[in-house]
Structures are given as structure tokens and as C-alpha cells.
């Protein structure tokens, strides 16, 4: 693991998973927002028919984007689609990397980060 990074296991991911997909108030609002915007609030009765695949990559989409708005990276946020981030995860999934998330996270950030004003 790369110096300062944070270590991300499976139960913190599946935490905020059971958080967001039963409503907690301990989410933001703006984040719940967010999740509707992109169609990635899926009730419980959906994941039950969904494929555990399809559920571990929402697992890890919404948990990198929340991972986005605890950094404050509004600006990314307001401009992600669900279509891209679905196409980045199946593009970060094709690479051996140590750290899925992290990796996924600097794509996102990289794609959506326009500095050729």
C-alpha cells in the first residue's frame, strides 16, 4: 500500500452500503441526491433479483463516489454519468492492480478533471 493511503476493506464497503440502501440519516442529502441523479438508488426487493456482480460493482461505484464527496470534489460530482462510471469500473476491472478503488477513484478524478481551459 502506498504511503498515506487509506486501507479500504470489504466491511467498510458493505457498511455503506447498508447505510445508503436503508436510508440512514447518517448519509448527506446531497448525496442521496446525488445517487437518484445518476439512478443508482436501487431499493432492496432490486438487489435481491440482481446478480452479485452487478452488486459489488454498485458497492464500489457508490463507495468511491461518496469517497469523492468526503474530499470536497463537488466539481467531479456534478459532472459524473452513470454511464461513465459504469464504463470506467469495466476498464479499471481489466487491469491487475493492488488497489481497485484507489485506482478507480484517480480515473474518475482524472477523466472528470478538464485542464485544458
Known amino acids: 500500500m502506498c504511503h498515506g493511503e487509506i ?7 458493505d457498511d455503506l452500503f ?5 436510508k440512514s440519516s447518517k448519509i448527506s442529502q446531497n448525496f442521496y441526491e446525488l445517487i437518484e441523479k445518476l439512478e ?3 431499493t432492496t426487493e432490486m ?3 440482481s446478480k452479485p456482480e452487478i452488486i459489488e460493482m454498485l458497492k464500489i461505484i ?3 463516489l461518496y469517497q469523492l464527496e468526503m474530499s470536497q470534489f463537488q466539481n467531479i460530482l456534478s459532472k459524473v454519468k452513470r454511464e ?3 464504463k470506467l469500473y469495466n476498464i479499471c476491472k481489466g487491469y491487475n492492480t493492488d488497489n481497485f478503488i484507489l485506482y ?5 478524478i482524472n477523466k ?3 485542464n485544458t481551459t
Open 104 to 108: 478507480y477513484k484517480k480515473t474518475i
Open 18 to 22: 447498508y447505510l445508503i440502501i436503508n
Open 112 to 114: 472528470y478533471s478538464d
Open 47 to 49: 438487489l435481491k433479483i
Open 62 to 64: 457508490l463507495f468511491t
Open 7 to 13: 486501507d479500504i476493506d470489504k466491511k467498510m464497503i
Open 84 to 86: 461513465e462510471l459504469i
Open 40 to 42: 443508482f438508488n436501487y
